[in-house]
């Protein structure tokens, strides 16, 4: 790979003020977007232009004199409609202060590309409301509209975007939602129904068909649609310090509402989604170092977040006191012991589920017989812990009783750990080794992406007896069972 593309794309409400405003408010936003790119590039240079450099064996991370990028402005996407966006194509060479011209050390980029976006989000939303008075409307995932349009208004000017949605449905992966597997669908899904570009459509032979679009949407172009979305009155106040934080902070929506670790370019992209045009880039990294730096805020590894460091993580106190009440909650739970469930209850309710193997059978066993208020069942995600849950549950109510529960862990507390279950019952704690599964069989789609929508390989899922400290870091290192995990996982 000889080059990165960085691509910036404007919100489609920007990109359709742009196409229909009179001339004032179309000069204004192109250089709103202009500006906002060179913000984004500024921002990412100073963090992640590095090269590596060996002396004696070795290896460190070492400053450059900056990125080698060429940028290339689009106004319309591949169907024609207005999509203001530019392709920054950033070599991979950069001169070390040294002097001498080497690879530029990408990984930096990846690390600090979501937080250079959140930047280039939040620029155009200051420059466009202290220029021509545009509103916000909500942020969602880090972007913002331009309040005056509605959504079957935009919905018009984003015919790639319906393609793709169209595209996920037909194969059925519009029912994932986030993470990884969603935006590789969304990735195939774009490829599978992206056709040639037609050099010929410029914005000078698209402006009449976006004229006529915007007629049976119900938008005039011209003064009438500046008037329509600009020179309002803002409604929105100012944003300081206290509000920030306590945005920050809130545990549905803050820094720790999705992971127990946060870095400092998480928090960047949280501070620019904030903003909604009322921050200055200064005022958001001023922002973000004092929250970084107060007391709410706790330092969980010793890096430092210089160029081309591995980011410090960080959690917020809050969090980690939660965090140790769940702790000694489990302790507890698992010094509490519990009578088994009479033999012939248990056997009753497995019979009922011909479908379970015997590891499931096995594993029942392990909830429902004596020890421990809490024990936990360990096995590589698709291998149906559900299904054994619910059957010691069944055998929980045959009982007339509801003290059983369970829950996934996905990000372990100290140390990541992956679909961990717990479960807590009247039954045991004891470890059983289990020997076999039964497997759906995988799921296929038409674009044959690896690991898409197919389940882990056959392998054998085992359960462990938890003591005082079975979720504790030095705990967990100990059992000779970690590496075969890591090997399944």
Not at 377 to 406: E, H, K, Q, Y
């Amino acid at each position: 790979m000889k080059a990165i593309d960085l691509t910036f794309s404007a919100p489609k409400s920007v990109s359709v003020l742009w196409a229909l405003g009179g001339d004032e408010v179309h000069s204004v936003v192109m250089g709103a977007h202009r500006d906002a790119v060179a913000a984004a590039l500024g921002f990412l240079e100073a963090r992640a232009s590095v090269a590596r450099r060996q002396v004696a064996g070795v290896r460190s991370v070492v400053p450059t004199e900056g990125l080698a990028v060429a940028g290339f402005v689009h106004r319309t996407s591949r169907e024609g409609d207005p999509q203001v966006h530019s392709h920054c194509l950033t070599v991979k060479l950069t001169r070390r202060v040294d002097g001498r011209v080497v690879a530029l050390d990408a990984r930096p980029l990846f690390v600090w590309a979501r937080a250079a976006g959140s930047v280039y989000q939040a620029e155009p939303q200051r420059a466009l409301s202290a220029r021509l008075g545009v509103a916000w409307g909500p942020d969602r995932h880090g972007t913002r509209e331009i309040d005056g349009f509605s959504r079957d208004q935009l919905g018009v000017f984003s015919k790639r975007t319906v393609q793709i949605e169209a595209e996920l449905a037909a194969v059925g992966a519009d029912r994932l939602v986030g993470g990884g597997l969603r935006a590789r669908a969304d990735d195939a899904a774009s490829l599978a129904t992206r056709v040639a570009k037609d050099k010929g459509l410029t914005p000078a032979r698209l402006v009449g068909r976006w004229e006529a679009e915007a007629a049976d949407a119900g938008l005039t172009a011209g003064r009438a649609l500046d008037e329509r979305v600009c020179f309002g009155e803002r409604t929105a106040g100012p944003l300081g310090y206290e509000q920030v934080t306590a945005a920050l902070l809130n545990p549905e929506t803050g820094v720790c509402g999705h992971s127990p670790r946060f870095t400092t370019a998480d928090v960047v992209e949280h501070v620019c989604a904030l903003s909604a045009g009322r921050l200055t880039l200064d005022e958001i990294e001023g922002h973000v170092d004092r929250f970084l730096a107060s007391e709410l805020v706790v330092r969980l590894t010793s890096a430092a977040d210089e160029p081309g460091a591995r980011l410090a993580e960080w959690s917020t106190v809050a969090h980690r006191h939660l965090e140790d009440r769940v702790l000694g909650l489990l302790d507890t739970l698992a010094a509490a012991m519990r009578d088994p469930f009479p033999s012939a209850v248990v056997a009753g309710v497995v019979d009922a589920r011909p479908w379970l193997g015997e590891d499931q059978r096995e594993a029942v066993g392990v909830l429902t017989g004596p020890g421990g208020a809490i024990r936990c069942v360990l096995a590589p995600a698709g291998f149906r812990l559900t299904r054994r849950t619910a059957a010691a549950s069944g055998t929980v109510r045959a009982r007339g009783s509801s003290s059983i529960d369970r829950t996934n862990l996905s990000s372990g507390i100290g140390k990541r750990v992956t679909h961990v279950s717990f479960a807590l019952s009247r039954g045991p704690l004891q470890g059983v080794r289990t020997s076999e599964h039964q497997r759906a069989p995988p799921r296929t789609n038409r674009y044959s992406l690896p690991n898409l929508f197919t389940r882990p390989k056959q392998s054998e899922p085992f359960c462990r007896p938890a003591g005082p400290s079975v979720l504790r870091p030095e705990a967990i290192r100990r059992h000779d069972d970690l590496a075969k995990w890591r090997e399944w996982t």
